[in-house]
């Protein structure tokens, strides 16, 4: 079995074993083959120092450097959340247990209103930088763009599920998917609403409905299922039609029901959120996310049922190209109109080995596409 099908865990243990491990070995050697004689006692108790002292040598000279490098600079640390386990591991704590039981962002908020507009969380000796301060956001996604990247940090949470497309990569590969997948975006196309439109009258309907029996509605819910069945219908030209399947009932409703066999279309929805909600908790737990997969990739599943879904269509769409074929797919209104995935596999040709359909398909599945503020015009 190669290293890439390891599970997550067993992985992080294989690339952290040998930093944790050689500097005891080095004791080891020293009291093995070294001319100082010490008790067994302090050489065991140097084995237990050596790693914890050395991670605590680095952490200083960083903190040094850091130290040289704002005086340098003119400026000044950003404003650190105190800590109080271990690690940083009670600001872990407060996040997952935010993520799970409550909005996504409540915790931070609460800290960037107790601290400013920036803040950082130091956590197992890396920093963790939020802000919601403007200008920050505008030199990260425009102005200074070119100087900040997802980096490998990020690309190890979200593998799995975004591959390598355009959300995943940096550099030449974010420009070369871009480069490809703008054009298909053009003014006149943006424009024209006709598909949303036909979408949500759905919702209205849905809505209209549900306050007719006197009931409550999830509205995160109706709105999940309107961004999936027109983002589908237009990236690949068929909508899942999530918004056929029933709606859920508040839990003290009376008509609350349970799908014992829940439709097909329902089963991607949940298989997207659910590799959405996995990513994100990974984000959250930080460096420490593979000992709760560790086993198994908690996104494996999901992504299985969204493939599921995906390939049928790619693999019509590559079809239709190998044979010549320029038919566009027939939309809900009887219109036929160029695809997204037309888009990319008339773009892909065998020349272009490191970017396919799918690997397009896998970085634009939430139909959001990345648009510079420096870009929004022509």
């Known amino acids: 079995m190669s290293f890439a099908n390891w599970p997550p865990g067993l992985l992080l243990l294989a690339h952290t074993t040998p930093k944790f491990t050689l500097p005891p070995l080095l004791v080891l050697v020293v009291r093995q083959y070294g001319s100082c004689k010490l008790p067994n006692s302090i ?20 903190h040094f450097w850091e130290e040289h490098e704002i005086k340098r600079l003119g400026a000044r640390r950003v404003p650190q959340v105190p800590a109080y386990w271990p ?7 407060a996040t997952v247990k935010s993520f799970d039981h409550g909005y996504p962002g409540d915790v931070w908020g609460d800290w960037l209103g107790a601290h400013g507009h920036i ?9 963790l930088i939020i802000t919601t301060e403007p200008d920050h956001l505008k030199a990260i996604l ?14 190890w949470y979200v593998q799995s599920v975004l591959g390598t497309g355009v959300f995943n990569s940096d550099g030449d590969m974010w420009k070369f998917h871009r480069a490809m997948t703008r054009p298909f975006f053009a003014r006149d196309r943006v424009t024209d609403f006709d598909l949303f439109d036909r979408h949500a009258e759905v919702v209205i309907m849905k809505l209209k409905e549900r306050f007719a029996q006197g009931e409550a509605i999830d509205f995160q819910d109706i709105m999940s299922r309107f961004t999936l069945d027109s983002a589908t219908e237009f990236l690949f030209g068929c909508s899942i039609h999530t918004l056929s399947t029933p709606l859920p009932y ?9 799908l014992t066999d829940p439709h097909s279309n329902d089963m991607f929805s949940k298989a997207f959120n659910q590799a959405q909600y996995q990513i994100a908790l990974r984000y959250r737990l930080t460096s420490v996310w593979p000992f709760l997969e560790f086993w198994k990739d908690k996104t494996a599943d999901a992504m299985r049922v969204i493939h599921d879904f995906i390939e049928p269509i790619l693999k019509d769409a590559l079809a239709k190209k190998a044979a010549g074929e320029k038919k566009w797919p027939l939309h809900e209104n009887n219109s036929r109109s160029e695809t997204l995935l037309d888009h990319l596999v008339e773009q892909t040709t065998g020349e272009l080995p490191r970017a396919t359909p799918e690997q397009h398909w896998r970085g634009l599945l939430d139909a959001n596409i990345i648009i510079r503020p420096s870009d929004s015009e022509g």
């Not at 690690?87 to 704590?93: A, F, M, P, R, Y």
């Not at 425009?142 to 690309?155: H, I, M, W």
């Not at 508040?250 to 349970?258: G, K």
Request: proline content about 2%.
């Open 43 to 62: 050489w065991a108790i140097a084995c237990l120092l050596a790693t914890p002292s050395i991670y605590l040598f680095y952490g200083i000279l960083q």
């Open 250 to 258: 508040a839990h003290n409703s009376r008509r609350r029901e349970t």
């Open 142 to 155: 425009a102005t200074n763009f070119d100087n900040f990247e997802k980096g490998e940090t990020f690309r």
């Open 119 to 127: 803040i950082n969380l130091r956590v197992f000796g890396k920093d």
């Open 87 to 93: 690690g940083g591991l009670d600001l872990v704590w």
